[in-house]
């Protein structure tokens, strides 16, 4: 049996055209969509029928090192949508040794990262959204 490969640093994030880097430890992507597919209704005889869901927003969630440049640039994003309602921009996830694609055509920074200062370097966790969040979601090469 083939040994699969994954490497967190072959895992590209792009908004806006930026490339985010820096990522902090642990989790450093969460994508998930708002709301399930098909939702069921089962009537009091036992019957059920599932309703379709048309609803593709959904949310990224990045963990990002406070010393990460990309802080910059998703304050950037914010300040932009705040002042002038320009900061929607595109998204763009993929696993360069995989297959699993993110897209949004329009994605936005709910708000700033919280910002906690330590001892130690702490993370700022960034959480976009977009109203349309297209995915694929894949497995790896096999080395």
């Given at each position: 049996?083939?040994?699969?490969?994954y490497d967190?640093?072959n895992?590209?994030?792009?908004?806006?055209?930026?490339?985010?880097?820096g990522?902090?430890?642990g989790?450093?992507?969460?994508?998930?969509?708002?709301e399930?597919?098909?939702?069921?209704?089962?009537?009091?005889?036992?019957e059920?029928?599932?309703a379709?869901?048309n609803n593709?927003?959904?949310?990224?969630?990045?963990?990002?090192?406070?010393?990460?440049?990309?802080?910059d640039?998703?304050?950037?994003?914010?300040?932009s949508?705040?002042?002038?309602?320009t900061?929607?921009?595109?998204?763009?996830?993929?696993?360069n040794?995989?297959?699993?694609?993110?897209?949004?055509?329009?994605?936005?920074?709910?708000?700033f990262?919280?910002?906690?200062?330590?001892?130690e370097v702490?993370v700022?966790?960034?959480?976009l959204?977009?109203?349309?969040?297209?995915?694929?979601?894949g497995?790896?090469?096999?080395a």
């Amino acid at each position: 049996m083939a040994v699969q490969q994954y490497d967190p640093k072959n895992v590209s994030v792009i908004v806006g055209g930026k490339i985010l880097s820096g990522f902090g430890d642990g989790t450093l992507i969460l994508v998930e969509r708002n709301e399930q597919m098909w939702n069921l209704k089962v009537g009091v005889d036992g019957e059920g029928t599932r309703a379709k869901s048309n609803n593709k927003s959904g949310k990224v969630t990045v963990t990002l090192m406070q010393s990460s440049a990309s802080n910059d640039d998703l304050s950037a994003f914010t300040i932009s949508d705040e002042q002038s309602n320009t900061g929607a921009v595109p998204l763009l996830i993929r696993d360069n040794l995989g297959t699993t694609l993110v897209t949004a055509l329009t994605a936005w920074v709910q708000k700033f990262a919280n910002v906690e200062d330590a001892k130690e370097v702490s993370v700022r966790t960034w959480v976009l959204e977009s109203d349309e969040l297209n995915m694929f979601v894949g497995g790896n090469q096999t080395a």
